[in-house]
């Protein structure tokens, strides 16, 4: 655990300025928790910032962007081979989908997709396993694709289920031939597409509807059914990663291979092309340009290995979160790469982050790790997504910097606005960005927002005493403390007012400070300073009073930005 210390903190644990009023310093002299949270505390002000290594930013930022460049040598390259490789393998794939197809219709004639559906047999299973399989085998070879296969499939007896990574493109399908034409997952909706629907019907495939509530319990019910029939049906293979990378890392696996508990074969694909011209993300070239550069080159390798078969331990049975992670390590051991915690979940925030006005990588939060960690769902963090958006929306590139940060909160840069600051900042680079951000406000400012500290930050406010807080109230203390200008003091005190009566009662004070957590743990941070600044200015004897409290108040820990993320 690191703990760190800058010029930034120091200035912020310094005394504030003597000018503050000095009704703010009396009543915390006044106050009993003051001097019982911080007798046992140094002279001086130790900041403490511990961070999980858990937490911090992963080996790969964005595993969901393509960034091939094209040279102009490249380009000239393409263009003067596409001329002559594009006509021809066009005519070429255009006959093998023109016999491919009747094959499939015949194949697939009176055979049900859904129901009580059973495995072909006999002539279907011959014509699907060697003619459907070697009119693909063709077609990829038409496309320009040179298959290296790597290590020993096994049966479908010692391993029921394939799981197949990095998954990057859709022509990662030649692994369904290499592999005999196995059982797959696959969209409801892809059945509908023209020709090709029809083929992946001849997969017998587990179909996925994201329309039916209950697809997910009766997809994983599918896979566990045909995993364990005892090899009557074929392999069912997984891209377990559920979405297309770009092969930088593995991200999350979903579960769904590993709930049934059988034993699984990773299988690992690599694409070693000088150029890449496949790799199809949610940032980069369109599928039709991919297709029509790969068209134009002379050939594309690609290499798919069969690693040995992972036999799930009783442990990694009752835990399929547990059986993924070991299954992706071993396979990420062997690709080199790193593993991260993004997941498709990631891909909707970056859509979201595009609409937004938001750079899309904005919206990268390693979803799987956050949800885990914060207990958040997706729409906590989208809600999130919407807040950050309010401040970054003007900033380039998506981060915060604190100048930002204060115009959004109607604040000058001051130490307790910095001391906020320098907590968000994860990684100490002077912005903030949207994980951080969510972090932040989740561990930080949302604790923050417990009744004793707004009880305390409403008493400062409330010089009278009255239960409320008038506009001459809110002005001192803003204006002595933080330095707010009269403009932005109206502002914001007319925000906090909801209901328009000239006065801020606890109960409005409270629900803004829900709703903008970030000034709950602003005024909590401000309380500590000015503790700090009495501690400095008490006397001896003060200090030796306070010191005979009880045992139990001594060890009182609660100071948010000390709390362990």
């Known amino acids: 655990m690191t703990v760190r210390h800058t010029g930034r903190h120091e200035r912020a644990g310094s005394p504030l300025r003597k000018s503050h009023d000095n009704i703010t310093a009396s009543r915390l002299k006044r106050s ?57 393998r066009a005519i070429l794939l255009s006959l093998v989908l023109m016999v491919t197809w009747p094959v499939s219709v015949i194949i697939t ?17 011959f014509m699907c396993r060697r003619v459907l399989a070697a009119l693909g ?53 892809n059945l509908a597409t023209p020709i090709f629907g029809r083929f992946v019907r001849c997969l017998q495939p587990v179909l996925v509807s994201r329309k039916d509530p209950d697809s ?54 690599r694409y ?23 068209m134009c080159q002379l050939y594309t390798t690609v290499e798919i290995e069969f690693l040995p078969t992972h036999i799930p331990t009783e442990e990694e049975k009752k835990s399929p979160p547990l059986f993924a992670s070991r299954v992706r390590e071993t396979m990420a051991q062997t690709l080199g790469v790193p593993v991260t915690d993004h997941t498709y979940e990631d891909c909707r925030l970056m859509i979201s982050a595009g609409e937004l006005t938001l ?55 001051n130490p307790a606005l910095e001391e906020l600051f320098a907590l968000f900042d994860r990684n100490g680079d002077g912005t903030i960005d949207f994980r951080e951000y969510v972090i932040g406000v989740t561990i930080l400012c949302r604790p923050a927002n417990t009744e004793d500290v707004l009880r305390m930050a409403f008493k400062l ?29 109206a502002k ?29 743990k602003l005024f909590s941070t401000y309380l500590e300073l000015q503790r700090y600044q009495a501690i400095q200015e008490a006397s001896p004897g003060d200090l030796e009073l306070t010191g005979q409290t009880s045992s139990a108040e001594k060890q009182d820990d609660s100071t948010s930005d000390k709390k362990e993320d």
């Not at 964005?62 to 006509?87: E, R, S």
């Not at 004639?109 to 299973?125: C, D, S, Y």
């Not at 070693?272 to 790969?294: A, E, H, I, Y």
């Open 492 to 520: 914001l005190f007319k925000e906090i007012d909801a209901d328009g009566s000239g006065f801020i009662t606890f109960t409005e004070f409270q629900d803004f400070a829900m709703n903008h957590p970030e000034y709950a």
């Open 216 to 269: 997910r319990k009766n997809t994983i019910q599918e896979i566990e059914s045909r995993a364990k029939s005892g090899g009557r049906w074929p392999q069912v293979l997984i891209f377990p990663e559920g979405t297309c990378t770009n092969r930088s890392c593995l991200i999350t696996f979903k579960q769904g291979a590993f709930i049934p508990g059988v034993p699984v074969q990773p299988v690992i694909m």
């Open 137 to 189: 085998r063709t077609y990829y070879f038409c496309l320009g694709f040179r298959v290296v296969v790597k290590g020993k499939q096994v049966n479908s007896s010692e391993a029921p289920i394939l799981a197949v990574a990095p998954h990057s493109t859709f022509f990662d399908g030649i692994v369904c031939l290499v592999a005999g034409l196995p059982s797959t997952v696959s969209r409801v909706e």
């Open 272 to 294: 070693p092309n000088k150029l890449d011209t496949v790799s199809w993300t949610w940032q980069g070239f369109s599928s039709r340009t991919l297709l029509l550069l790969t």
């Open 359 to 413: 750079p899309m990588e904005a919206g990268l939060v390693e979803f799987t790790k956050i949800s885990h960690k914060l207990n958040l769902k997706w729409d906590n963090v989208k809600k999130e997504l919407d807040s950050f958006a309010a401040i970054a929306s003007s900033c380039k590139g998506g981060r915060i910097t604190i100048e930002e940060f204060a115009r959004f909160l109607k604040l000058p840069v």
């Open 109 to 125: 004639i009176n055979h049900p997709l859904k129901g009580a559906v059973e495995p072909m047999t006999g002539w279907r299973r």
């Open 32 to 88: 009993p928790v003051v001097f019982v949270h911080w007798t046992a505390m140094p002279q001086q002000r130790v900041f403490a910032l511990p961070r999980q290594q858990s937490l911090l930013l992963p080996a790969v930022i964005n595993p969901f962007i393509q960034d091939t460049k094209l040279t102009k040598a490249a380009i000239i390259k393409c263009v003067l081979l596409g001329i002559v490789l594009v006509p021809i």
């Open 461 to 489: 406010f409330d010089i009278d005493e009255d239960e409320k807080i008038t506009r001459e109230e809110f002005t001192a203390l803003l204006r002595s403390a933080l330095g707010v200008s009269n403009l932005n003091m």
